[in-house]
């Protein structure tokens, strides 16, 4: 397949994300498997979906200053698919312009071309960090009022660049910072002891305790997903048993697992760099809907966790409202939650200290936060 075919491709994805508002995995994925790429091209059909897809504010900021008029949305989406090229792809100029001119509607390849080549020729200033980072406002002052200045910009940087594959002594690939939060749930626990993940979709921290000598009890709200926890356990050879099931409202007996987790639902702001299209879907009103949802799982589980058992609490995001707002709802609502301290690699998070937060650039992994408790 020539790279003309693969950019072909990889505007057609970007054209249902922003068209449709398909999420770009899902459409990525699915126009990879019906394509005949090899395995280089593939890898840079992903980096144009995802890199351009991350990088739209900052595209759009390179190319308006070129632009007289308005523009069709195809024709911006070329645009936006050539000014990632030039600008943080490395690709050489001449092959960024051409080629993308190539895969433009011929009614405007002639404003395509002479747009690129401006914008090759132009050192960017940008006006903040949110439109060098390309990400809305909103978001980026969340996050240094979360986590100040010169964290909020490095998480950001950090979540600008493609994450590194991590795959497990099993070929499961999963991020390092999921694997602490299965080991940190798995800790100490008795070969055969029963465990709950209550959101488990798609299955990597349920496989991992699998594996880890655990008897494990998969639950999620959809059947669907709870496919892909099947899928999953099987390639690995795990037995875990499924139940589709509102973790709000779990139907099993009070007291009936020695560790409960709560990966619970989240905005997903920690892991930006592994779902492209995530900084552009929601808003910040979302955040409180979302710790509603997340209290309301935790105080769910409390009840399934024996006396002296565990329950964990994660989300792979780094917002104060999901994190230590949720921590501290839990506590005043279930006294009998007593807070474990996390330890290294963790920063210590929450009102005590006592949670564990990681940000995507202290392991150059996903961004997390995990609270623990010993239920008496």
């Not at 498997?33 to 351009?52: H, I, K, P, S, W």
């Not at 709950?196 to 669907?224: E, F, Q």
């Not at 592994?274 to 105080?299: F, K, M, V």
Request: aromatic residues 4%.
């Amino acid at each position: 397949m020539s790279g003309d075919d693969a950019r072909r491709l990889a505007l057609e994805v970007l054209g249902r994300i922003e068209r449709d508002g398909a999420y770009a995995n899902l459409s990525l994925r699915a126009a990879l498997d019906r394509c005949d790429l090899d395995r280089r091209d593939r890898a840079f059909v992903t980096e144009l979906v995802y890199g351009t897809t991350r990088m739209r504010r900052a595209c759009d900021h390179l190319i308006d200053r070129f632009l007289h008029d308005d523009i069709q949305p195809d024709v911006r989406t070329v645009l936006r698919l050539g000014a990632y090229q030039l600008h943080w792809a490395g690709v050489p100029t001449h092959a960024a312009v051409s080629a993308t001119v190539a895969v433009a509607p011929r009614r405007v390849q002639g404003l395509c071309n002479a747009v690129l080549r401006r914008v090759a020729d132009h050192q960017p200033t940008w006006p903040g960090p949110a439109v060098e980072l390309s990400v809305p406002d909103w978001l980026i002052d969340r996050l240094v009022a979360d986590l100040g200045l010169d964290d909020a910009l490095a998480a950001l940087t950090a979540m600008n660049r493609p994450a590194p594959a991590v795959v497990r002594d099993d070929g499961y690939h999963q991020d390092r910072a999921s694997q602490l939060v299965a080991d940190l749930t798995g800790e100490g626990l008795i070969p055969g002891g029963r465990v709950l993940d209550l959101c488990a979709a798609p299955g990597g921290k349920a496989t991992a305790l699998a594996a880890a000598g655990a008897s494990v009890v998969a639950a999620d709200l959809r059947p669907s997903r709870l496919g892909l926890v099947a899928q999953n356990a099987n390639r690995l050879g795990q037995a875990i048993v499924l139940v589709a099931a509102d973790g709000r409202t779990p139907p099993f007996r009070p007291g009936s697992f020695d560790r409960v987790l709560v990966d619970a639902p989240c905005s997903g702001l920690g892991v930006l760099r592994r779902r492209a299209d995530a900084r552009w879907r929601g808003d910040e009103a979302d955040l409180a809907d979302l710790a509603l949802l997340q209290a309301n799982l935790l105080t769910g589980a409390a009840a399934l966790v024996r006396p002296g058992g565990q329950l964990v609490y994660s989300v792979c995001t780094v917002t104060e409202a999901e994190t230590a707002g949720v921590d501290r709802r839990f506590r005043e609502a279930e006294p009998r939650a007593e807070p474990e301290p996390i330890g290294r690699p963790w920063r210590p998070h929450g009102d005590h200290g006592s949670g564990g937060l990681l940000l995507p650039q202290d392991l150059d992994s996903e961004g997390m936060a995990v609270f623990r408790y010993r239920m008496s």
